[in-house]
């Protein structure tokens, strides 16, 4: 069964600041890697997908996340992240097999000034 | 429109009454989602609706909750005899197939409040 571990439930940074938000995925299968943002009061917005391919994987907003295929690992890095920023970040797993999207239980990043 | 509509963004109840949460896809998306996020947790899985097959309920709470999907399009979430825990947004999401390749476009929500 797939399951997605997010390692840090809140991740307090400065402005300007880089930041990587951790993210471990199990399945026996080849995976399919995601990382949605939610902002305040809203629905979630996909950020970036791996599907195949290059494992580094770019977004909008300027993160860009890795896939690790030895470490089952998908974590989520910004060079310099801005107060906009500030949000609930969310690893998903889903493999070739599965009709649904299996969410880990989010990261809150908060951006101090 | 462009994205997934649900209705009504807030919904204020009494204990014991039954909720309706309006759900309108994306047009041509043939996957509908529905989801559960509490304060402070993950997103919880709550029915999945593919084309005309049967829907897979495997994630609904209590046989409280049931959801259906006319005409392959918009989807009705309902909550009978609502309980206090039954307080969460509840999320819509759709995709076309297969999901892998596209992920879920979410709707804004429903935030559910039962007092």
């Known amino acids: 069964a797939q399951s997605v571990t997010q390692l840090d439930s809140q991740v307090p940074v400065f402005e300007e600041a880089p930041v990587e938000l951790r993210c471990n995925y199990s399945s026996s299968v080849s995976v399919y890697l995601f990382w949605y943002v939610q902002y305040p009061n809203q629905g979630l917005q996909l950020l970036l997908k791996y599907l195949s391919g290059s494992t580094l994987v770019k977004g909008i907003n300027g993160f860009e996340a890795e896939f690790n295929k030895s470490q089952t690992s998908f974590h989520l890095r910004k060079p310099s992240v801005h107060i906009s920023d500030t949000a609930e970040y969310f690893c998903?797993?889903?493999?070739?097999?599965?009709?649904?999207?299996?969410f880990g239980s989010g990261t809150r990043l908060s951006i101090r000034p | 429109g462009a994205g997934v509509s649900q209705s009504p963004s807030n919904k204020v109840t009494e204990k014991g009454k039954d909720v309706e949460l309006r759900c309108d896809p994306i047009?041509?998306?043939?996957?509908l989602y529905w989801y559960r996020q509490s304060l402070g947790q993950g997103l919880e899985f709550l029915i999945y609706f593919q084309g005309n097959s049967a829907p897979d309920k495997s994630g609904l709470p209590s046989d409280r909750f049931s959801a259906e999907r006319t005409g392959g399009s918009v989807s009705t979430l309902t909550i009978q005899r609502t309980q206090q825990e039954d307080s969460a947004v509840y999320l819509c999401?759709?995709?076309?197939?297969?999901?892998?390749?596209?992920?879920?476009?979410f709707g804004s929500g429903t935030r559910l409040t039962v007092v």
């Open positions: 999401a759709s995709s076309p197939l297969p999901v892998q390749g596209y992920g879920y476009t």
């Open positions: 047009s041509g998306h043939t996957a």
């Open positions: 998903a797993v889903s493999d070739s097999s599965a009709s649904k999207i299996i």
